[in-house]
T-cell receptor, first 115, second 114 residues
Framework: DAGVTQSPTHLIKTRGQQVTLRCSPK?????VSWYQQALGQGPQFIFQ???????QRGNFPDRFSGHQFPNYSSELNVNALLLGDSALYLC??????????????FGSGTRLTVV | GQQLNQSPQSMFIQEGEDVSMNCTSS?????WLWYKQDPGEGPVLLIA?????ELTSNGRLTAQFGITRKDSFLNISASIPSDVGIYFC??????????????FGTGTRLKVLA
């Protein structure tokens, strides 16, 4: 049973460019959440997707956008990249209504470096 | 963004020793979780706590949900080298319709000396 898979694992981009990160949730999960983890920090909530809609958003600018597809997979897009966007981007999947019992299942993340 | 305060920030211990770490918040949470993150990996859930005062064990790990609901504690007994990693606490916040987001702590970096 595959867990959460993210691609790519590493990425280097230049300031001002745009990037798309991808996530496939764990089998049976229908909700995807994205987190940004800066070096030496805990993960910070970006947004959550369920039923192909953004459910709630953390304190991130509109440069961060996302999408969820009918198969529950998700993409995170970041436009006009800044140096400060360099971080590990984590995708977490869950089953609606069961979060409080099992928490999230996290992927291994995409390490984004902006130069 | 909001983060919970964890202490200690990092610690070196000898194999076989017990470890204690804690997490505090200015806000109340109804659910606390503890995660472990290995290098190059995402966090993995260790223990979930659902009730103030609750004490829950998972093997050598024991966690407690503080009575005030503003703190939580994690203990690791008889540490082994594979316990090395970063331990995060997380408080759960409801988003409605049975979904949640998590506010994570700043992390405790544990290194075990053989």
């Amino acid at each position: 049973d595959a867990g959460v898979t993210q691609s790519p694992t590493h990425l280097i981009k230049t300031r001002g460019q745009q990037v798309t990160l991808r996530c496939s949730p764990k089998s049976g999960h229908d909700t995807v959440s994205w987190y940004q983890q800066a070096l030496g920090q805990g993960p910070q909530f970006i947004f959550q997707y369920y039923e192909e809609e953004e459910r709630q958003r953390g304190n991130f600018p509109d440069r961060f956008s996302g999408h969820q597809f009918p198969n529950y997979s998700s993409e995170l897009n970041v436009n006009a990249l800044l140096l400060g966007d360099s971080a590990l981007y984590l995708c977490a999947s869950s089953l609606q209504g069961f979060h409080s019992n099992y928490g999230y299942t996290f992927g291994s993340g995409t390490r984004l470096t902006v130069v | 963004g909001q983060q919970l305060n964890q202490s200690p920030q990092s610690m070196f211990i000898q194999e076989g020793e017990d470890v204690s770490m804690n997490c505090t918040s200015s806000s109340i949470f109804n659910t606390w979780l503890w995660y472990k993150q290995d290098p190059g990996e995402g966090p993995v859930l260790l223990i979930a706590l659902y009730k103030a005062g609750e004490l829950t064990s998972n093997g050598r790990l024991t966690a407690q949900f503080g009575i005030t609901r503003k703190d939580s504690f994690l203990n690791i007994s008889a540490s082994i080298p594979s316990d090395v990693g970063i331990y995060f606490c997380a408080g759960q916040l409801p988003l409605g319709s049975g979904t949640y987001k998590y506010i994570f702590g700043t992390g405790t970096r544990l290194k075990v000396l053989a």
